[in-house]
């Protein structure tokens, strides 16, 4: 059995089409998943939450490895002014 190698480098890379893939579609996404985190894999969304800290762990019990994904929250577009 070969064994596959996964540099840096292309880790590096494949975060880099998921953060751009996030920022193209974020119109979208924002309309689905406002005001929660989104985890992109593969220029795709894998999973969400409101709690990044459950998002995370499901993430990893699944994926192991999660360098190469974008996790980011999707602002729901409300600002609130504390006078």
Known sequence: M????????DRFKAFHQNMEWFRDHYPELKKKYADEFVAVNNQRVVDSDADSYKLIHRLRKQYGD???FA??????GK???IL
Do not use: Q, Y
């Open 2 to 9: 070969e064994a596959t190698i996964v540099s840096d480098k």
């Open 66 to 68: 999660l360098r190469s």
């Open 71 to 76: 996790i980011e929250h999707v602002d729901d």
């Open 79 to 81: 600002v609130e002014l």
